[in-house]
């Protein structure tokens, strides 16, 4: 499957997993969301428009929204307190050796714990990338737990519930289901624009 093909038309993707899959549909939903917010090395995978697809199809009766829901907010914040735990672990091991993750992504989650705080970890929820390097890099620097703790979960309440109740409440408007490619890439759009932002801004204050 063509990887561009299936963030385009993730709708379609979705609907044909339900039909194959059935119930186990939460379980492949719950690891893409665990493994995204998880795992250092998939933040290619999608957070924000899977989430908004999905309630969408919950609002057609494709899927329950209340088990979807609780599935995100289960993955959304198991997998960031996995991330910490491997962060602090082996943060700094895996740093070290060289190809094994980017750069510029530990860079741009540094800047934007330099410049927001403990509030990185709720803020970073809406970011594509740094969700991803946000927990990974508080575990590498030894944030306190409980505070990270109360951070994640109140962050990813804000994430998962904000794009459940969007999907499942403007999903089954007739503009919404004729141009939801459109929305989607728009989802992604807007989720990008803080990070170039920032990197616009940092490159032009060096020049």
Not at 87 to 99: T, W
Request: contains cysteine; charged residues 20%.
């Amino acid at each position: 499957m063509d990887f561009i093909d299936f963030f385009l038309h993730l709708d379609i993707h979705l609907a044909n997993l339900v039909t194959e899959f059935g119930f186990g549909t939460y379980a492949v939903l719950f690891a893409v969301v665990f493994c995204e917010t998880g795992l250092v090395f998939t933040p290619f995978l999608p957070g924000d428009s899977l989430i908004f697809v999905a309630a969408t199809l919950a609002a057609q009766d494709v899927l329950n929204v209340f088990s979807l829901y609780l599935v995100f907010l289960i993955a959304a914040i198991l997998g960031d307190t996995i991330n910490y735990w491997i962060g602090h672990f082996l943060g700094k091991k895996i740093v070290r050796e060289k190809g094994l993750i980017r750069d510029e992504h530990l860079d741009r989650t540094r800047e934007f714990y330099d410049k927001y705080g403990k509030k990185t970890i709720v803020m970073a929820r809406f970011i594509p990338i740094v969700r991803t390097f946000a927990p990974f890099v508080a575990g590498m620097s030894r944030m306190d737990y409980k505070i990270f703790s109360f951070y994640n979960v109140l962050g990813g309440f804000l994430w998962v519930t904000l794009f459940t109740l969007a999907g499942y409440f403007f999903g089954e408007l007739p503009w919404v289901q004729e141009n939801l490619h459109y929305l989607i890439l728009l989802i992604i759009g807007v989720s990008i624009l803080p990070p170039v932002f920032e990197y616009a801004k940092a490159k032009w204050k060096r020049k």
